[in-house]
Structure formats: structure tokens, C-alpha cells
């Protein structure tokens, strides 16, 4: 009987009509396993997973493998965004012993929930040196009827060695000038100077590597730091990886350019390069900055949005490609002939040189990903908009890609501050809107009345898994910039009640940060990761909004818990800056104060509007600010803050020293700066 009908996880809904018998992630699981005395299969994969998908209707699909997996094991089907903590533990043992990782994700384990033998996709036939799968789960199974001892010896010695391991996390107080001048020149080492980004082949946008280097660049004046950003933020958003006809950007690039993506779109891509485009355009003024940021806000209301006002997690890799199949990028790519269907010939030309749309094409089969190539010439403006225009409703005609519902709160945090600074900075109130339903929705469904919140949610219904580490950083982090947006204090004392939740919940000795709370469930190894990857780590994300929320209150225990946690970046940072780049941006918030910022006075006077304005749009690392009456008791940073000569006044501190008060705006711009 396959169980998976009636769960929140699309991912998991995408299995419930399989003939496999499968199983959500459940002690009952396990006990059925030991009951019959067979393995567990694990499988572990996400909505927009393309692999995924073909690994599923190559077997899990197919009646005869079906019928072998029944037969011979207990399948448990998780998804990884609902579940981080079981795919952290498990993906951990994979690359340890196979050296490499990914998804699909397949582990088999004993009853004991122990892995003994990894893999990832398996194909229905052998080919290109892997087993078939059929061929796996054959040797799988007997291994566990013949060599039973063997087995278990292989579980308890994998099992042993995760639980030695032991992260020599620093420890010795967040990371000075020495380590961070180390992380800009890792980085300078690494960068492509070509095609932007940093390494080689798939090239993933490295959002919180550039959030690092622009506030560099804002502390220190470091040219070299704020040019990879600029031709790296360039070179992607006239790119293949960025949608150039509805906005938002796709997962990675499988090249060392940003040519061809991998087509699948994630709330947090977009919600971090929507940030940084943000600051970008704060830092430099760029036109193409700005209309990327607004275009990726407008994508994620546009696309993501759901009914109950947040945020989906994902837009699918594939779709029909018009004859019944699903195949990758079928949504976005075109062909000169298709461009001439549309546009007609002369549109149609036009349109491929602007466009990058070859006859040999970019893609597969002759088709081309849309680009703005550097050599397509001075285009015409207005052609170019009717031309996207026309576009963009023929490709509205196309199946479109499935899209991921659930609710996951870490991403939406994400989400939240991305559009709260957006909205802010560019002059767009209905993005601050946007973003407060969506805290909204997380406070009134994702948070108990313990302030402990949920993983994710789907239609309105709460899941039923607890909130991992991340979740409280993002979503404390989307609640603190919301508060400077608008603010309303409401936002500072619930992202407060989160933080006061990492402190008791997440916190070992030492300042050490874990991804699960000390009363989760147990798993055969307590995840802990402080390295950040495709979003920041649940250890740097939760570092920063510490560090965020003890500047906008003076609270000494906050403080001291960022500056413990930030240890990990004086170990990491030097050597491996890519992979610490939130962790490295908290550092430089650090080292900047961060900077206090109180504006006082009435928020109808186009004078408080001014100094509002020109400290939203400050390049400061980290700086917070509180703005309101004087005497509000929405935000400590306001208390005893009076007008100056019955003026709008901003007042500004850092390390525990504040200036004299300013009511010019141009002055505390430059004080800012």
C-alpha cells in the first residue's frame, strides 16, 4: 500500500500513485521493516529534481521493479526540503564513501535506520558504468539474506565514523582583518575573469559571495572586491541562466558562462540574487542592476506567490514540449523558426541577433537559450519591449513548468527581506506588502504559540515537521529587515522570540551551532553544517541575525552568541571563501559595528522622509535602523532620542560610540559612508 497520499510534499505527492509501496519518513517505517526483516530503501530527492523525475518513471514507475522493491525492502520516499536534517545525515555517509553526492539520493539501511550501501540515479539498464538498478536491488537484498554479519559490520563501522567526526569550528572569536583580507584574495584567486563567477563547470550564481564583497568594498573601498561583483552580476543577468522574457534566474549553468542553465527556478536563487542586485544598484547606481532586481521581485510575486500570500519553493526543470514528453527547458528555449511564427522575418532576425538565437542554436536539437549577447549592437528600446511583449504572451501558450507549493520557512525569510529591501530601496510599496503577508503567513501558520515553528506548509495546512536551524536564522533575518522597512516593531520582538529559540534550542558549547534542536528527533548523527552552499547555512544565517537583532536592542547575550558563531568563518574563511560567503558577510558586519541608525521625528515630515531614505540607502555593512516618533517604544534604538531644534534628526552609532545627531540628509550620507 503505497502511504503517501494526503501529505503536504509535492514531492512526496509526485510518488503517491506509484506502484511502489512506499513510505513517508516514520518510526513506523523502520518498525515495519524490522518486523518483516528486510532493508529499507531511502530515496531522497526534491520537486524540481530532474533526475528525480527520470529515475521515477524509468522504476518507481515500472510495474516489475515495483513488485522487486515490495518484495525485498521497505521504501521510504523523503523530500529534501522538508526533511534537510535526514538528507544532511545521509548525504554526509554518501560522499564519504563514494566521494560524491547528489539527487536522487538512494541509501540502503538496515531496521536500525544504518546505511550500508549509496548510490544516486540508477539506470533501468547498465550503461556508462553504472549497474542497473534492478541489478542493485537484486545484490542488495541478497548481501542481506546471505551475509547478514557482513552487513551489519559494514552499518556499524560507517555509523562510527560519522560519529567521530568532529568540526574544528575556530572558536577563537569572529575573524579579524588578517582572515578576512585572506577570504577577498582566496576569492580573487578563484574568480573567472572571463566569464564572471568563481570556478569552473556547472557555475553556480554565488550570491552570498558577492554580499560579501560589496560590503567590502563598502568598508574598506576595495575596488578590485566590487568589480567581480559588477562584471559577475553583468555577465549572469545576459546570461542563459537568467530568464531574459519573464525575469528570475534558473538553478546554475552548466558551463564555465552562464549559456545554458539547468532550467529549474528556486525561491531562494531568487530571493538571494534579488538582494544583491538591490545593493548593487545602492552601491553603483546601475541601470541594469536595477531592472534586474525589480524584474526578480516581480518573477517571485508573479510566479511564486500563493493563494494564501507566500511564497512556493520551486518552478520545475521540465515541461511538455508540445508532443506529450516532458523534457528540460521545453518552457523557455526557442528556434529561429519559432521566433519567425511569432514576430514574422523581419521581427524574427532582429530578435535572434538581440537575443543570442542561432541557427545551430545553444541548446539541444537547434534551439536557443535567450541571452543579451555583448556584440548584438545598440538596440532599439521600444522594438525590443514590443518584441519581449509578443514573446512572452507566445510562450504563455506553452505547457508551462510544474510548479512546487509547499511553503518552506527558511526560504521564505529569504524572501521577505529580499522584497522588503527591494521594495525599499527602488521605490516599490507594493513589495513591502508582498513581503509582509508573507511574515505574516509564517507567524499566524509556521509559529506556535512556543515560537517554535514548522518546516513548511501546503494549501493553508501546517506539515508536520519541525524547524531546522535555517529556518529561524532566514526567517528571524526576513523579520529584522522588515522592521527597518516599515518600521513596525512587531517584526523585531518575533524575530527576537526566534533568536531567544536558537539560544536554548541549537546552541553547544562553545558557541557551536547544530542544524536540529536539542529535542528533534534523533537521527544516527546530529547534523551540523556551517558551511553555506546553494542558501546560508543555518549556523551563518542564524550568526547574522543574532549579530542584526543585539545591534537594534544592546543585547550583550545576543552579541556574544554572533561572535562565538562566527568563529567557523575564522577557520573556513581563508580557506574555503566561497562556501562561508554569509558567514563572511556577517564578519563584515562585524567589523563595521554594525552601525545604529535612530531616526526621529514625524513620519509625515518630508524631513524624517529624507533621513528615513538616505539611511535605507546607506551601503553600511549590516546597519540597522529604527525609525519613528520620538519616544516610540517600538524600537530600544529610539528611546531617548529627542528632535533636534524641533527637527527630524538621525543619530548614529557604532562600537558602543554614538555621534552628534544630524538633521541634514547629505551629512549622514557622508557619515554613512
Known amino acids: 500500500m503505497n502511504r503517501l497520499a494526503g501529505v503536504t510534499s509535492p514531492y512526496l505527492l509526485q510518488h503517491a500513485d506509484n506502484p511502489v509501496d512506499w513510505w513517508p519518513w516514520t518510526p513506523e517505517a523502520f518498525e515495519e521493516a524490522r518486523r518483516r526483516d528486510v532493508p529499507v530503501l531511502l530515496s531522497v530527492g526534491y520537486s524540481a529534481c530532474h533526475w528525480c523525475h527520470v529515475m521515477a518513471d524509468e522504476s518507481f514507475a515500472d510495474d516489475a521493479t515495483a513488485a522487486l522493491i515490495n518484495e525485498r525492502f521497505v521504501a521510504v520516499k523523503v523530500d529534501r526540503e522538508e526533511r534537510p536534517d535526514v538528507d544532511a545525515v545521509y548525504m554526509e555517509a554518501v560522499q564519504a564513501a563514494t566521494g560524491q553526492g547528489g539527487w536522487p539520493m538512494t541509501v540502503f539501511l538496515t531496521p536500525d535506520a544504518e546505511p550500508f550501501y549509496f548510490g544516486t540515479y540508477f539506470p533501468p539498464e547498465a550503461r556508462h558504468g553504472m549497474p542497473s538498478f534492478t541489478d542493485v536491488l537484486d545484490g542488495v537484498a541478497r548481501a542481506w539474506t546471505e551475509r547478514r554479519d557482513e552487513v551489519g559490520e559494514v552499518a556499524g563501522k560507517i555509523v562510527k565514523d560519522l560519529a567521530e567526526r568532529s568540526l574544528a569550528y575556530g572558536g577563537d572569536g569572529a575573524p579579524g582583518e588578517a582572515e578576512l583580507g585572506q577570504a577577498l584574495l582566496g576569492l580573487t584567486r578563484e574568480y573567472d575573469p572571463r566569464n564572471g563567477g568563481f570556478g569552473g563547470a556547472p557555475k553556480f550564481p554565488p550570491s552570498m559571495a558577492l554580499e560579501f564583497l560589496l560590503r567590502h568594498h563598502a568598508r574598506t573601498g576595495a575596488e578590485g572586491a566590487l568589480q567581480m561583483v559588477t562584471d559577475t552580476c553583468e555577465a549572469m543577468a545576459r546570461g542563459g541562466i537568467y530568464d531574459q522574457l519573464g525575469g528570475g534566474f534558473a538553478r546554475y549553468a552548466v558551463g564555465r558562462s552562464w549559456t545554458v542553465p539547468h532550467f529549474e527556478k528556486m525561491l531562494y536563487d531568487n530571493a538571494l540574487l534579488c538582494r544583491v542586485y538591490a545593493h548593487l ?130 526560504w521564505n525569510g529569504l524572501a521577505i527581506a529580499a522584497l522588503a529591501e527591494t521594495g525599499a530601496l527602488l521605490d516599490r510599496p507594493d513589495l513591502v506588502e508582498r513581503a509582509t503577508e508573507a511574515a505574516d503567513l509564517l507567524v499566524r501558520l509556521h509559529l506556535d504559540d512556543g515560537a517554535r515553528l514548522a518546516r513548511t506548509s501546503k494549501d493553508g495546512r501546517v506539515g508536520a515537521n519541525a524547524g531546522v536551524l535555517e529556518d529561524y536564522g532566514d526567517v528571524a533575518e526576513g523579520f529584522l529587515a522588515l522592521a527597518s522597512v516599515t518600521g513596525e516593531g512587531v517584526w523585531l520582538e518575533f524575530a527576537g522570540l526566534l533568536l531567544d529559540i536558537v539560544l536554548d534550542q541549537f546552541r553547544g558549547e562553545g558557541g557551536a551551532l547544530y542544524d536540529t534542536a536539542h529535542d528533534a528527533e534523533k537521527l544516527i548523527r546530529r547534523p551540523q553544517d556551517p558551511t553555506d552552499n546553494a542558501t546560508p547555512s543555518g549556523w551563518t544565517a542564524a550568526a547574522s541575525a543574532l549579530l542584526t537583532y543585539a545591534a537594534h536592542t544592546g543585547s550583550a547575550a545576543h552579541r556574544a552568541a554572533a561572535e562565538e558563531a562566527l568563529g567557523v568563518v575564522k577557520a573556513l574563511g581563508p580557506r574555503a571563501p566561497r562556501f562561508i560567503g554569509w558567514g563572511l558577510a556577517a564578519a563584515e558586519a562585524l567589523r563595521d559595528g554594525p552601525r545604529e541608525i535612530a531616526v526621529v521625528g514625524d513620519p509625515e515630515d518630508e524631513g524624517f522622509r529624507e533621513l528615513r531614505r538616505t539611511a535605507l540607502r546607506a551601503g553600511a555593512p549590516g546597519a540597522v535602523l529604527a525609525a519613528g516618533r520620538p519616544g516610540g517604544d517600538e524600537f530600544p534604538l529610539l528611546r531617548d532620542r529627542p528632535l533636534v531644534d524641533g527637527r527630524a534628526a538621525a543619530y548614529v552609532c557604532r562600537h558602543f560610540v554614538c555621534e552628534a545627531p544630524v538633521t541634514d540628509a547629505r551629512e549622514l550620507d557622508r557619515r554613512l559612508r
Open 281 to 410: 544598484w545602492r552601491t553603483t547606481g546601475s541601470d541594469l542592476a536595477r531592472r534586474v532586481a525589480l524584474e526578480t521581485a516581480d518573477f517571485m510575486v508573479g510566479e511564486l506567490r500563493t493563494a494564501e500570500g507566500g511564497f512556493a519553493s520551486a518552478l520545475d526543470a521540465d515541461s511538455d514540449d508540445g508532443t506529450g514528453r516532458h523534457v528540460e527547458g521545453a518552457y523557455y528555449v526557442w528556434t529561429p523558426e519559432q521566433l519567425a511564427g511569432v514576430l514574422g522575418e523581419d521581427d524574427a532576425a532582429y530578435a535572434a541577433r538581440h537575443f543570442g538565437v542561432t541557427d545551430e542554436g545553444t541548446f539541444e536539437h537547434g534551439s536557443s537559450v535567450l541571452q543579451l549577447p555583448q556584440d548584438a549592437g545598440v538596440a532599439d528600446a521600444g522594438r525590443i519591449a514590443g518584441t519581449r511583449e509578443r514573446l512572452l504572451a507566445a510562450r504563455a501558450e506553452r505547457a508551462r513548468p510544474g510548479r512546487d507549493d509547499k511553503i518552506v520557512a527558511a
